[in-house]
């Protein structure tokens, strides 16, 4: 039985990632990390602490949905006190990124922005279209429920990453995050992301490849949030024995 610390508990992914666990074999909530107080009642077998270095001692493995100043404390703890770690906190900033790198010197890690098999072939596919398709013009809007926080999303980011490395481009020199006003016609290279926020959307990424006479785009719809914890759940089954690294969905999912 593997023993999961739930890190993030009391969110929208959190609430569903303890349900799941509950009724998935093999696995079991043995810790949940809170500020204040838990807002929904569980097994009293579980401990709920405020205390980081006891909640990472309670679990073999965590499971982090929570947000990118949250997920900055669970890393430096887990540095003193090493634990395989499944990542989905989107919007870490440079640091953050850093500290995890760090941190996956000592303790296996998978960090993914998002958990899904769906998004993690879409961007085999966006990589494979950005390489195959020189000329098309790349454009990707994503949407998201008016509560998200970070924006553009950590998935899309992450898609534009792929569109970017199958034309051998640096995202950082080509990404475009807004147009307005009059900023003169869009240059060749670059790659925008775009934001829509609004309702209770799950999650919506088009990736677009334009040309003269012709477009294709690639989407893909989360139509339910369980598809993210249910993903972290099988990442967390597959982690737990790794080595020190850091690893992302496609090498759990072994997706060529
Ligand atoms: P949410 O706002 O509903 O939940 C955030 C959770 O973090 C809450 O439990 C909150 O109590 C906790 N938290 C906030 N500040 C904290 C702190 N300082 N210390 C400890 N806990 C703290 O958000 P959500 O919709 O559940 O999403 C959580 C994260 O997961 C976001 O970054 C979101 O973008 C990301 N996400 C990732 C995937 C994926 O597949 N990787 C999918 C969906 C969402």
């Excluded at 810790?31 to 405020?50: A, E, K």
């Excluded at 195959?132 to 970070?150: G, P, T």
């Excluded at 006479?213 to 737990?240: D, M, V, Y």
Aim: with cysteine.
């Amino acid at each position: 039985m593997i023993k999961i610390g739930v890190f993030g508990a009391s969110g929208r992914v959190g609430k569903l990632l303890i349900d799941d666990l509950k009724a998935t074999s093999g696995v079991s909530v043995s810790s949940v990390y809170v500020r204040n107080n838990l807002d929904f009642s569980i097994d009293p077998s579980v401990l709920v602490t405020s205390a980081m270095h006891s909640f990472l001692n309670a679990c073999d493995i965590v499971i982090d949905f929570s947000l990118p100043e949250a997920c900055e404390t669970l890393l430096e703890e887990a540095i003193r006190t090493p634990k395989p770690l499944v990542i989905g906190t989107t919007g870490l900033n440079t640091h953050q990124l850093n500290l995890l790198k760090d941190a996956s010197e000592l303790m296996p890690i998978l960090y993914a922005t998002n958990m899904s098999l769906g998004v993690a072939l879409l961007n085999k596919l966006v990589y494979q279209a950005s390489s195959a398709l020189k000329d098309f013009d790349i454009e990707i809007v994503e949407m998201h429920h008016k509560h998200k926080k970070d924006a553009p999303s950590g998935t899309a980011l992450t898609l534009s990453e792929s569109a970017a490395a199958g034309r051998g481009l640096d995202i950082n020199k080509v990404r475009v995050s807004g147009r307005d006003g009059n900023i003169g016609e869009r240059k060749k290279d670059e790659i925008a992301v775009m934001a829509l926020r609004g309702g209770d959307i799950v999650g919506r990424h088009t990736v677009g490849f334009y040309n003269d006479g012709e477009f294709i785009e690639l989407s893909h719809t989360a139509t339910s949030r369980n598809t993210f914890s249910k993903g972290a759940i099988r990442a967390a089954s597959w982690l737990i024995n790794k080595e020190a690294g850091l690893y992302s969905i496609s090498d759990c999912l072994e997706l060529e």
